[in-house]
């Protein structure tokens, strides 16, 4: 009822504020067409030690292999109001989280799928307003800790954006259709989001994000996990007498909270940010409930020549978040992460990355050995 609602009101505002034909843009449309393709080659490698202190000459290759990740993007302003877009892409269909497609299974094709497909309503007549709708990328900012980078959310949202001098804000609500049952209540995200930003004549700037997201119908999503083989989990689960899975153990409410500072060191194209994240579930059923999130960035990549030094640590309990959703290389929740990046622009198109990740459960069974897992990637990335 609430997914209705919230399509009705965004609709109606659509009505309100719509520009008159006669202000449309006249333009053909191949000309409000923006065409995007980006490319990653990547090298994978994945070793398991039996204790804390990695021995790089240890045995242990468990796995090498190739991915790629292809991707096609189309967005055509349709008028002054409304863009849509459209993003193909490789990938795994059963993976929500990843667009990398392995290559391997006896030279076999690929497949390309639907990765984005969206529009977005934003007036002339109230510019702060922003309403989308279809498959689209997040409307909000978080870490992987609570949504993967590769995660498109499907459904509804409306955004409130604005600036007053040094100072921007962003409300943000959002009605996210996650699974649907014909025997059972559907699985819906509704996210509530606002952030905060301050930029000072130094160079430094501020932000703090608050968001909520609450889960409606979730033991729907573990079913289907354990059934269909589609996504993981690594949240607690409820069993019946003959050991099927029948829903998790906790409900999922999301209270995320981020600080993010971007320092000015006074070297060209090589701030200091630092992200802090801690989030918790208020619906947990145990006090495995927390998560937390740490970065520190020297460097923009993103500009030629540039060097962009990363590291990143996670410490996410085991029903702190959805595990279906989360970093794709945490091993789900329950795990401890260190991740360590090397990234250079070496062109205006190209970016070569090296990454490092540590992973280790928080904890484990009596007889799990708990190795920890690393998890070593080589990429090149083209875009165009």
């Not at 995007?36 to 202190?53: P, T, V, Y």
Request: include cysteine.
């Amino acid at each position: 009822m609430k997914f209705l609602s919230s399509l009705g009101a965004s609709m109606l505002t659509c009505m309100l504020f719509a520009t008159p034909s006669h202000a449309q843009t006249s333009s053909s449309w191949w000309e409000r067409l923006s065409i995007g393709m980006d490319f990653r080659q990547r090298l994978e490698e994945l070793r398991q030690f039996e204790n804390s202190s990695p021995d790089v000459f240890q045995n242990g290759v468990t796995q090498r292999r190739l991915k790629i990740r292809a991707r096609l993007t189309l967005n055509s302003q349709v008028n002054d109001d409304f863009q849509i877009g459209v993003r193909l892409g490789t990938g795994n269909m059963d993976d929500p989280l990843s667009s990398n497609q392995t290559l391997s299974e006896l030279l076999t094709r690929k497949p390309i799928s639907l990765d984005r497909a969206f529009m977005t309503y934003n007036p002339k007549a109230a510019p702060i307003l922003t309403i989308g709708a279809g498959k689209f990328d997040l409307p909000v900012t978080r870490t992987e800790m609570s949504w993967d980078i590769d995660v498109n959310w499907e459904g509804l949202y409306q955004q409130v954006r604005g600036t007053a001098g040094p100072v921007s804000y962003r409300f943000v609500t959002s009605q996210v259709s996650i699974h649907e049952e014909k025997q059972r209540d559907d699985t819906l995200m509704f996210a509530t989001y606002g952030d905060v930003s301050f930029r000072f004549d130094s160079g430094h700037s501020v932000q703090f994000v608050a968001a909520d997201y609450l889960f409606s119908g979730i033991d729907s999503v573990a079913i289907f996990v354990d059934t269909e083989g589609i996504g993981r989990n690594t949240n607690l689960t409820q069993r019946d007498n003959t050991g099927k899975i029948i829903g998790f153990q906790s409900d999922f409410n999301l209270i995320d909270l981020i600080a993010k500072a971007t320092l000015n060191t006074g070297r060209r194209n090589y701030p200091l940010q630092l992200t802090a994240n801690w989030i918790t579930n208020t619906r947990a059923a145990t006090e495995e409930n927390n998560g937390f999130w740490f970065t520190a960035t020297y460097g923009d990549a993103g500009k030629i020549k540039t060097y962009q030094l990363e590291y990143t640590y996670a410490h996410i309990e085991q029903d702190a978040v959805v595990s279906t959703f989360t970093y794709s290389y945490s091993e789900g929740t329950n795990v401890r992460l260190n991740r360590a990046a090397l990234r250079y622009r070496v062109h205006p198109r190209l970016r070569l990355d090296l990454i490092t990740i540590f992973t280790k459960k928080l904890i484990t069974a009596p007889n799990d050995k708990n190795n920890l897992l690393l998890r070593s990637q080589l990429d090149a990335s083209f875009s165009f």
